[in-house]
C-alpha cells in the first residue's frame, strides 16, 4: 500500500480525525520545568549534547530550528494508525493528500497548508528577553513571522518554576536610544535589558498575546503556546537566568550584511507596541465561555483578540457526553481525565517514556469538526482538552 492511499484508508476509517504521536523537543539553553509528563530519566533522551527536553509540539508541519545536530524530521508531527511506532506517516504528508477535506477549502486556498502549530512550553527559570520576527522582516531571510499566543493551564503547572512572572515590552518611559545602548553592550558584559522592561505576574487560566516584533521574557510557568509556522527569533538579553548567549542569537535571523548593523536589531522591534501604555489591557486574554450547558460541559476561548490564531478549552463534566461543531479543522491534547473522541480512546497523559505512543492528542479534519465530534467523559473528574485552530475560524472573538 502506497503513503497515498495508507493516508486515505486511515481518515476513512477514523470518520477524518487522526490519533497523534507525541513531539518532544530538546534544547540546549535554560533548564527544564520537567512539568511535560515525562519519565525523570528520559530528559536527556536525545544526548546530552542536545540538551533537556523542554518542549513539546502539537500539530506541527514544519521543522524545529534546532542547530545541526536536530534529526531531519525533528518537530513533525506524525499520524499513529497502529499499536507500534513504525505504523506512522506525517502529519505534513496526510495535508499534502487530503488538502480542504483536512485543513478546509478557505485554508488550503490561502496558505497552501496547516498554517500553525502549538507547543507547551516548560521552562524552570524565565526565558531571554528577545523578539519573533514580522513577516516583511522575516521574508527577507526566507522564512516566515512568528505572532504567538499564551495560555498557563492548571493541570500542567503543579509548580510554578523559579519566577512566574513575564516581561512585555519596556516601559513607557523608556527610549530607543536606552534600548539601544543596551544591545551595543552585548559582548561587554551583562546587558541587563530587562531593567527598562515591564514584568507581569502570570495568572493560571489566562494568557496572553504577543505580536510580532514585541521583546518578552517568558516566565516560569508551563505555557501552552500556539503559534504560526515559524520558529525564528532575535534574542536582545545576552545573560538570563545565569546563562550567557553569543551575539549569534542577537543577529542570526538578519541578512548577512546587516549582521553587523546594531540599527537593523533596532528596526525587527514594533516599537509602538513595545512601549504601548496600556499594555494590559491590550494584550491579556482572560478566557471567554463560548458556550455551556449546565452539569454537561463548558467550552471557553482562551487564544483570540488576534487575526492569525484561536484555541479553546472544552470541560466535559463526568459521566457526561456532548457533541461539539467547530468550524475549522483543529488540533487538541488532552490536559486532564479520560474517555474518548469519536471512535477513539484518549486519556491525559500520566508518565511517558520518550518514543512511547500516548492517547491524548488528535488532529480534527475540517470535514469532521463541522459534522460534529461526540466527547465522552467516562472518568470521574473534569475532561478537558486544549483546541488549537488557525485563522478562519469565524467565531473566534
Known sequence: MDNRELILQVYEK??????????????????PGRRLRLHPDDYYACGVKRGAIKERWFSSVIKCNNGPLAAEDEGYSYVSYGTSTEEKFMLKDAVEVLGARLIGQDMLDTYGTWPMYSKFFDY?????????????????????????????????????????????????????????????RYEDGDNRITELSRAYRIELGTGWYTPTGVVHAPGSYLTYEPQWNSDVNSVYENIASGETYERHFLVENLPEDEQDD????????????????????????????????????????????????????????????????????????????????????????????????????????????????????????????????????????
Not at 14 to 31: C, E, Y
Not at 165 to 172: Q, S
Not at 296 to 312: D, T
Open 14 to 31: 477514523n470518520n477524518g480525525i487522526f490519533k497523534l504521536i507525541p513531539v518532544f523537543v530538546p534544547r540546549q539553553f535554560s533548564t
Open 124 to 184: 524552570d527559570v524565565p526565558l531571554f528577553h528577545h523578539l519573533h520576527l514580522g513577516f516583511e522582516d522575516a521574508a527577507r531571510i526566507g522564512v516566515l513571522g512568528k505572532p504567538e499566543c499564551y495560555y498557563f493551564p492548571p493541570q500542567y503547572n503543579n509548580y510554578a518554576g523559579s519566577m512566574p512572572v513575564t516581561y512585555f515590552g519596556f516601559d513607557p518611559s523608556v527610549t530607543k536610544e536606552q534600548v539601544r545602548e543596551r544591545l551595543l
Open 262 to 397: 546594531v540599527d537593523a536589531v533596532m528596526a525587527l522591534m514594533d516599537w509602538e507596541k513595545n512601549v504601548d501604555p496600556n499594555y494590559r489591557e491590550h494584550y491579556f486574554r482572560p478566557s471567554i465561555v463560548d458556550s455551556e450547558q449546565e452539569g454537561v460541559y463548558v467550552e471557553k476561548w482562551i487564544v483570540y483578540g488576534n487575526p492569525l490564531l484561536g484555541a479553546k478549552e472544552l470541560t466535559i463534566y463526568p459521566g457526561q457526553t456532548v457533541a461539539i461543531k467547530d468550524s475549522g479543522a483543529y488540533g487538541c491534547i488532552f490536559v486532564q481525565g479520560h474517555g474518548r473522541i469519536g471512535d477513539y480512546s484518549c486519556e491525559a497523559a500520566g508518565m511517558l517514556r520518550y518514543g512511547q505512543l500516548s492517547a491524548d492528542e488528535f488532529f480534527v479534519g475540517a470535514e469532521a469538526a463541522a459534522k460534529g465530534v461526540t466527547f465522552v467523559n467516562n472518568s470521574c473528574e473534569p475532561m478537558v482538552l486544549l483546541k488549537h485552530f488557525g485563522p478562519n475560524h469565524p467565531e473566534k472573538p
